[in-house]
């Protein structure tokens, strides 16, 4: 089909000849400005590139500050697609801090959807990408932190989506049924294939097998040594093909597709959520799977 797509520096709209299905995706997982790290678009010109050609949905997301007000206002400005935010639970904003996820909920007008727990300030990520000690966990010796509980029961009695951040292992499996046992019918387990959280294919299935969601992002496949991004060169790449046999060995029904993508000097998510559907039908999903991980899994989430 003929799909009109924007990229980085282009004067008008290319088109793209695709036999999958673009039209009506959702990007659960994109980063625009204002941030303080350098960002393509800003909210308003994410946002109308991604209704121009045809997408349903972004969910915005920001390691240093809530979005979902940011989502209000570019859902006013440019009303033809959906868009939604939510909070990280960094040290900007107070850790993990249930007034923040509160507030965030009632600024949103019910497009503040996600909790995220934390990314950057995640002692885990600290550990394993900077080498620096310290940060946030969410749970020690398989028991949450005293502050978690609440927290989920928030996420729970609000239909809210956990999102799992850039916690470990150990982390995400203690979470993840806990959560569950507190009533969040919503998780998605945050790029799982990448260097954080680190989680293998048996850990995978396990969370699968619980419910949770596993989000499949592309900027990881864009990662490791020859990273256009300097920070991205401490991550390991993710190559199309092991993303494709994950989902042949756990099933298209527990995944989510997003791009992480926002980076000045990446792909522009629309472009790169384009490319990330062609190169997992190359590697050889089949469209039905990718509509199911593109469109049907992440609509679930936002319901």
């Known amino acids: 089909m003929g799909l009109w797509i924007w990229g980085a520096g282009t004067l008008g709209a290319i088109a793209v000849d695709s036999a999958i299905d673009f039209k009506g995706s959702i990007d659960f997982h994109v980063h625009s400005a204002p941030d303080v790290t350098a960002r393509l678009y800003d909210d308003l010109e994410l946002v109308e590139k991604a209704a121009q050609a045809g997408m349903q949905a ?66 885990h990520h600290r550990q394993t990408l900077n080498h620096h000690f310290g940060g946030l966990r969410v749970a020690r010796y398989g028991h949450l932190v005293p502050e978690m509980p609440e927290i989920l029961q928030y996420i729970a009695a609000h239909d809210l989506v956990l999102g799992t ?24 387990v945050t790029h799982a294939m990448a260097t954080v959280p680190g989680l ?40 199309i093909e092991a993303m494709a046999a994950a989902i042949q060995s756990i099933g298209a029904s527990h995944f989510v597709l997003s791009t992480d993508l926002g980076r000045a000097l ?31 899994n992440p609509e679930k989430l936002l319901q």
């Open 58 to 123: 972004l969910v915005l997301k920001n390691h240093v500050t809530p979005t979902a007000d940011r989502a209000v206002l570019a859902h006013k400005v440019v009303p033809d697609i959906e868009v939604y935010g939510g909070v990280v639970l960094n040290e900007t904003i107070g850790g993990l801090n249930l007034r923040a996820v509160e507030t965030m909920d009632r600024l949103g007008e019910g497009r503040g959807k996600v909790v995220w727990l934390p990314t950057i300030d995640a002692a």
């Open 165 to 188: 951040g850039h916690i470990s292992p150990a982390e995400i499996l203690t979470v993840v049924p806990a959560a569950k046992q507190l009533g969040v019918e919503k998780i998605l």
């Open 266 to 296: 990446d792909p522009s998510p629309i472009d790169g959520y384009q490319q990330f559907l062609e190169q997992l039908a190359a590697a050889g999903i089949s469209e039905a799977d990718l509509y199911l991980m593109s469109h049907t």
């Open 200 to 239: 293998n294919l048996a850990q995978m299935q396990a969370i699968a097998d619980q419910g949770a969601f596993l989000e499949l992002t592309y900027v990881n496949t864009l990662m490791g040594e020859n990273a256009t991004e300097a920070d991205h060169q401490v991550w390991e790449n993710v190559s």
